[in-house]
């Protein structure tokens, strides 16, 4: 079974900047595309960004310009810069390997994910 272990998460005031990171197996690291989700209190999960295996990044709109997604092969750790973060920001982050597009649809199972609190 594979497991993603995201960390970083925390408390920022709205405006701050946090990264999250995500290892991932290195048997799999380049193989798959790799995405960001959240899941704010009580809304359904939602895809944020992907770094596809080619080296490419799409985001959703609610955080393009602020959200940057990077791989680094030598940790095989693929990470979430959040810059500008919102109140409606706030949510628990999990990462995994999409299946399709741009929804939570997602290969493995997802982790314990790692909980982003924005506010004054």
């Known amino acids: 079974q594979v497991q993603l272990v995201e960390s970083g998460g925390g408390s920022v005031q709205p405006g701050g900047s946090l990264r999250l990171s995500c290892v991932v197996p290195?048997?799999?690291?380049?193989?798959?595309?790799l995405g960001w989700y959240r899941q704010a209190p009580e809304k359904q999960r939602e895809w944020v960004g992907t770094?596809?295996?080619?080296?490419?990044?799409n985001y959703a709109d609610s955080v393009k310009g602020r959200f940057t997604i990077s791989r680094d092969n030598a940790k095989t750790t693929v990470y979430l810069q959040m810059n500008s973060l919102q109140p409606e920001d706030t949510a628990v982050y999990f990462c995994?390997?999409?299946?399709?597009?741009?929804?939570?649809?997602?290969?493995?199972?997802w982790g314990q994910g790692t909980q982003v609190t924005v506010s004054a």
């Open positions: 995994n390997a999409p299946l399709t597009g741009r929804t939570t649809s997602v290969r493995f199972h």
């Open positions: 770094s596809t295996s080619l080296g490419a990044t």
């Open positions: 290195g048997n799999i690291f380049n193989l798959v595309d």
